[in-house]
């Protein structure tokens, strides 16, 4: 689990760094695979924007937060990109593969007739 961090026009915290891992660690639960990221800080006017990217195999995760509070910012950028997770993995875990099986298709199609 490799994340990378950036920060623009706002000054280096390790407090932020960890504090954005450790929410990152808590919902990595809901990734189905290992996973590469990227959060970026910035600050425009009074506001700070926190964006984190998350690239897995199965496609790459994005969610963007602008708050007056930096850690409010955090939190709101993961709540989203934990409804991204959890909507990913029902979608791999619980989608059904139609059977090949041609018999089964048949017996379905005689039973409907009748």
């Known amino acids: 689990m490799k994340v990378q961090y950036t920060f623009k026009h706002l000054d280096h915290s390790d407090a932020l760094e960890e504090y954005c891992q450790e929410q990152l660690n808590e919902i990595s639960r809901f990734l189905l695979k ?19 990217t998350v690239l897995t195999h199965q496609k ?3 969610s ?3 708050h007056y509070d ?7 950028a993961i709540s989203k990109l934990e409804k991204q997770f959890i909507k990913m993995r029902k979608i791999m875990t619980h ?3 139609p059977s090949l099986d041609k018999s089964k298709r048949w017996k379905d199609e005689n039973e409907d007739a009748a």
């Open 60 to 62: 790459p995760f994005r």
């Open 34 to 52: 290992d996973y590469a990221g990227h959060v970026s800080f910035s600050k425009r006017l009074k506001e700070f924007c926190v964006e984190i």
């Open 70 to 76: 930096v850690y409010s910012a955090v939190d709101e």
């Open 64 to 66: 963007k937060s602008f």
């Open 95 to 97: 989608h059904k593969k």
